[in-house]
């Protein structure tokens, strides 16, 4: 059972935040489970996603075989919290891993992923399933919070995002970035390397990071065959500085941005191969998604949004809409769909696939989506997404409304802009939120609104060993 949590599971939970299938209707071994988690890959930085030029053919061919999700959101439009929404199932607010004062997790941060929260590691582990994250954790760099004191057997990457412990004195490439051509040196940035909890590379030859990373995913995952396993790959880019190994250099029209890309969709493709190989393909789910949208003031070193307006940082879809696949051939059946999900709802969706019990004495915000895995159709039981940013509640959207209550700039998103009133978007008939409607529906107006005070009251249910780790210390 769980070590050190104050959780108690009473049975498989059933229709409290969508329906659970039955256990009986569950395979004799459960699913092994692998997310593939970027940095601040744009909507519409994919090739099953419309880009022209940056060629990623593994992703496409899971998209063709599998789902592709149009209206798929992440908790939160920065690292610490988004990642925070997705292992435990729970917006940041809830767990203190959102703040106006510092916004995400730096390496003088004394805080961390609270120890009382629960993680998809652990409820895997009620199924005995070998766990390992691989790549940019974000949830706290010293020993106590990191993954594996949060449910995982094994770690191997850097602990926090690949542009921090700069090295005074460096080329600011905040200020270089305006050149396409610019290339970062390993040695501007002194990020640890890290396996379990012991550095074993300082600074991290980020240039063969990426590479590393599939190497490892894939030994795992033959290390582990006989399964069941989770596999948590958080590659931390195409977040800057841009590395790509050099094989990859020079292999895209889109520049470093697109071999960057090429090279996380070439290690993909070893990681499904080995699934192939292993024999696995029939009992193993694949998801593959970004923490946030593209870092715009980045010019051509950061992505695009595609249709959605803005990006990181910001409440506009381009900030929290994020290019989204899951693969599977026995679990998830070929379809487009167009109903909202979220990275949140993968604590649920995985545990009813797996046959165990989400946390029953804390308030979640996770929904099931296995039903829309297997039959390909059929409504989400996601009817509602909340846009939290820096500790505060931005905006809301419930069916294809969505009110903005607080805005940040679309490129610079440390500015914040002040509205006069709340916004209105539909959402469906307006992808880009180009088009704002209140004067038309005061009625949308007000309904959302009061849907906006029960989120926040509800929103007091923190545990109390959470706020030790709150990430504005």
Not at 315 to 342: C, L
């Amino acid at each position: 059972m769980l070590k050190n949590k104050s959780l108690y599971f009473i049975g498989f939970i059933f229709c409290t935040l969508g329906c659970a299938a039955p256990i009986s209707e569950l395979p004799a071994t459960p699913p092994n489970f692998v997310i593939i988690f970027t940095d601040d890959l744009g909507y519409g930085d994919l090739g099953c996603f419309g880009n022209p030029l940056i060629k990623t053919p593994h992703l496409d061919q899971m998209a063709a075989e599998g789902q592709k999700w149009t209206q798929f959101y992440v908790a939160d439009p920065v690292c610490t919290p988004s990642r925070a929404g997705l292992l435990t199932g729970r917006y940041p607010k809830r767990n203190g891993m959102t703040s106006n004062s510092r916004v995400v997790l730096f390496p003088d941060s004394p805080g961390g992923l609270p120890t009382g929260e629960v993680t998809i590691a652990e409820v895997l582990k009620q199924k005995d399933y070998a766990t390992a994250a691989i790549g940019k954790w974000h949830l706290g760099h010293l020993p106590q919070y990191l993954p594996t004191n949060q449910g995982f057997d094994y770690y191997y990457g850097i602990p926090y995002s690949n542009d921090m412990d700069f090295v005074s004195g460096s080329p600011n490439y905040r200020k270089e970035a305006d050149d396409p051509n610019f290339l970062a040196s390993i040695k501007h940035y002194n990020v640890p390397l890290i396996e379990n909890e012991q550095e074993i590379e300082r600074p991290a030859d980020q240039n063969t990071i990426t590479k590393r990373y599939s190497e490892k995913a894939v030994q795992y995952i033959k290390d582990h065959k006989d399964g069941p396993f989770f596999l948590y790959l958080a590659h931390n880019l195409p977040h800057i500085p841009l590395f790509a190994h050099a094989d990859f250099i020079g292999s895209s029209k889109r520049g470093l941005y697109g071999e960057v890309l090429q090279e996380i969709d070439d290690g993909i493709g070893q990681i499904i191969q080995t699934l192939e190989e292993e024999g696995l393909v029939e009992n193993t789910i694949v998801v593959f998604t970004s923490d946030n949208g593209p870092w715009l003031s980045f010019g051509t070193h950061g992505g695009s949004a595609g249709p959605l307006r803005a990006g990181k940082g910001t409440n506009f879809e381009g900030g929290q809409r994020v290019p989204t696949i899951f693969w599977g051939p026995s679990y998830v059946k070929h379809a487009v769909i167009d109903e909202m999900g979220s990275t949140l709802d993968l604590m649920h969706t995985f545990a009813t696939l797996a046959g165990v019990a989400i946390p029953s004495d804390r308030k979640m915000d996770s929904y099931d989506l296995s039903g829309l895995l297997k039959n390909g159709m059929g409504t989400s039981p996601r009817k509602e997404f909340f846009y939290w940013n820096r500790g505060e509640l931005h905006a809301a959207r419930k069916g294809p409304w969505k009110i903005h209550l607080k805005q940040r700039e679309p490129v610079s998103y440390g500015n914040e802009v002040i509205l006069d009133q709340p916004e209105l978007y539909h959402v469906e008939f307006d992808i880009s939120e180009k088009h704002e409607i209140a004067q038309h529906y005061p009625e949308k107006i007000k309904e959302l609104l009061e849907l906006c005070d029960v989120h926040q009251a509800d929103m007091a249910d923190a545990l109390p060993d959470n706020l030790a780790g709150r990430i504005g210390e």
